[in-house]
């Protein structure tokens, strides 16, 4: 499985570390410009198994600006793979960049109403017969868990002593949570509102040896919810650009690294730590924005 390119990098964040903790940032939005962050290392294993199982064709869910129908399309095309996308709601006049993007790819979309879309099992079941292999929304499954684990391998990440990363569905949690040494805390951002039941979602990802390992999630760094980005958080993208040449996407490490500067200026983390953010990508999704809205 290749089509991956650069060496990961690991940024130092001076502007958002202060005595006594260390802040730096995991690159992987530089992983890939299509496939960028998590997304590749959520799918791997389970295109892998699509192939393996003589299947011809991946199909999945998302909305119209998801980060993973669009890395599935491109993933799939490199590999081979037809694509179906599941796209909740009625089909627009216009399509968003992502799903222009999905069509260039070859995906096939679907449009289905947003009761159907919640009914998943019976639109798997309008393709009965034909040779598919069904990714779940966002990629949660455990073969997604066990690739995400693979991210700490990208780049020395053993000295850290806190790893911070945003939570979608939480299977990118899950496998850090997996892949985590002993010394080190994982903590999540959700940024859906109000997503109790995201602890449940991710523990069910976990084996067994895992369900004692400490980690936290954090539920009030959301802005409003899921791809709300007042222009407090917008704001805040630009300093981050300017301060640092980090660029951040709307709806997933803008939160992260808001919520990580948050916490280190209220002392939650102890002297001594080193916390390293995982940049997952995204940056797709900034193109939604009216142009010129940020400057990267
Ligand atoms: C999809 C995505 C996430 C969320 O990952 P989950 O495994 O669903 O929690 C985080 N960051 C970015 C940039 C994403 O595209």
Known sequence: MQFVHKNIIIQPLPSMSQAG???AVLRLDQ??????????????????????????????FGGAYSNHLVATAFACKELGLQSIGIVRGEEPETYSHTLQHC???????????????QQKETVKQTYNGANVYWVDEGGYS???????????STASTQAFTH??????????????????????????????????????????????????????LLHDYHFGGYAKHPQPLLQYMQQLWQQEQLPTDIVYTAKLCYAVQDLVGRQYFPAGSKVLIIHSGGLQGNLSLPLHTLSF
């Open 163 to 216: 790893i911070a990363c945003a939570c979608g569905t939480g299977t990118m949690l899950a496998g850090l949570i997996h892949a985590a040494l002993p010394h080190q805390q994982v903590i999540g951002i959700s940024v859906l509102k109000g997503h109790t039941s995201l602890q449940q979602e991710v523990n069910a990802l976990l084996p067994l040896a895992d369900h004692n390992k400490p980690y936290t």
């Open 31 to 60: 992983w890939h410009n299509v496939v960028s962050g998590n997304k590749w290392f959520k799918l791997k294993y389970q295109l892998q198994a699509a192939i393996q199982q003589g299947c011809d064709t991946v199909a999945t």
């Open 103 to 117: 069509k260039e790819y070859g995906m096939q979309l679907q449009f289905v109403s947003r009761q159907a879309f």
């Open 21 to 23: 903790v260390e802040v």
């Open 142 to 152: 455990v073969l997604g868990m066990q690739g995400a684990a693979d991210i700490l």
